[in-house]
């Protein structure tokens, strides 16, 4: 079994590797796997949620994601209180564990995914990822169904924006057509950068130096086909550093 453990602990931070030892006590056979994002980035950590849900993978794999930065509340918490684990199983025996905050499941109910509360403490200690929520994972995981409770909505991932920053600066967003036919080039804006880019069919279809507007390697099926992500590449260069490093959430925009 494979656990991969979406959070904003901070690469190679001590926090993944006691989420790892709690994991290793309840679920022993598991093999936990650690994939950071940025601080309090509920879109990237949604993205990856639903890239590796949806992807190819054995079917009992879990995804545990964990970026709280407990914004649903905007008065003082009482004993480290914050947003509420839910849970999704998907008809691949796939079975999500996240706290609700922000896009972290937004992109799982766009595909209609039923989410469900997770019937665990939302309180009790700064780190629950370590000390609350393990336990009801390793329940879930076990087949006690009667820690679900509630069917939850979440709000819509964000539209025609940055979703994710991979390691090469490749920035991969929610155009899931064309802005314009092929070999079309348009002005993008991201925040308070422009750059020219050339819309094309394949990521590296543009001489060195240009940027691309095209389908990347991310997306997910759905019931009426495939949903791709266009990304923005920089070829031999980092359209992330062209954009001054977008958030993921920040509008990409044809001007």
């Known amino acids: 079994m494979l656990i991969t ?3 904003d602990y901070g690469t ?3 926090a993944f590797a006691e989420v790892r030892q ?3 006590a ?7 796997s650690p994939l950071p994002v940025p601080a309090f980035d509920t879109v990237s950590a ?5 890239q590796l849900a949806f992807g190819a993978g054995p079917a009992d ?3 545990y994601a964990n970026v709280a930065p407990r914004q649903d509340e905007d008065q003082p918490r009482e004993d480290n209180a914050g947003e509420r684990l839910a849970a999704a199983r998907l008809p691949s025996g796939v079975l999500v564990v996240a706290v609700g905050s922000g896009a972290s ?3 799982l109910a766009a595909e209609n995914i039923p989410l469900y509360a997770v019937k665990v403490a939302d309180a009790g200690s700064q780190f629950r990822s370590r000390d609350v929520f393990p336990a009801a994972v390793a329940g879930l995981i076990a087949g006690d169904d009667s820690l679900l409770g509630e069917q939850l909505t979440v709000p819509p991932p964000p539209s025609r924006s940055v979703i994710y920053t991979d390691g090469y600066g490749n920035l991969k967003t929610s ?5 314009a036919p092929t070999g079309t080039k348009v002005r993008v804006r991201i925040g308070d950068a422009e750059a020219e880019a050339v819309v094309s069919d394949g990521v590296f279809a543009v001489p060195s130096g240009a940027l691309s507007f095209a389908p990347g390697s991310s997306g997910w099926p759905t019931t009426t086909g495939r949903r791709t992500c266009f990304e923005l590449l920089s070829r031999g260069g980092n359209a992330a550093e062209l954009f001054n490093f977008p958030r993921s959430g920040t509008p990409v925009e044809l001007v």
């Open 61 to 63: 794999r879990v995804i």
């Open 12 to 14: 190679g931070d001590l």
């Open 175 to 179: 155009w899931y057509e064309p802005p």
């Open 22 to 24: 709690t994991f290793a």
């Open 26 to 32: 309840l679920v022993p056979q598991a093999d936990v």
């Open 5 to 7: 453990v979406v959070a």
């Open 46 to 50: 949604g993205f990856c949620v639903a």
């Open 105 to 107: 499941l937004s992109f």
